[in-house]
Nanobody, 121 residues
Framework: QVRLVESGGGLVQPGGSLRLSCAASGSIFSINAMGWYRQAPGEQRELVASITRGGTTAYADSVKGRFTISRDNVKNTVYLQMNSLKPEDTAVYYC???????????????WGRGTQVTISS
């Protein structure tokens, strides 16, 4: 079984910082692209940031310059450093990854269950 587990969410005041982590575990042959999505109440899920295995990154305009995505391929972990947080950043943040399991070398897309991030004074 392949699983993605997010951590690091919580409550922070506007202007503060938070660092999210997502660890992939299980029978993993390789991981290709990884990304972070978020979904606020009443809103559709949106892509926040993505990163290729080689480290090429992309960001939503709303977070560009404030968020940084990174990954550790040895630990099979992706991170999202969030700075200058705004109330509009409040959402459940989901980890996503394209993973090739052992004994089945096709890529499958996996989701974590999400971690709550709340920005409030």
């Amino acid at each position: 079984q392949v699983r993605l587990v997010e951590s690091g969410g919580g409550l922070v005041q506007p202007g503060g910082s938070l660092r999210l982590s997502c660890a992939a575990s299980g029978s993993i042959f390789s991981i290709n692209a990884m990304g972070w999505y978020r979904q606020a109440p009443g809103e559709q899920r949106e892509l926040v940031a993505s990163i290729t295995r080689g480290g090429t990154t992309a960001y939503a305009d709303s977070v560009k310059g404030r968020f940084t995505i990174s990954r550790d391929n040895v630990k099979n972990t992706v991170y999202l450093q969030m700075n200058s947080l705004k109330p509009e950043d409040t959402a459940v943040y989901y980890c996503n990854a394209d993973v090739a399991p052992y004994h089945d070398f096709r890529l499958f897309n996996y989701w974590g269950r999400g971690t709550q991030v709340t920005i409030s004074s």
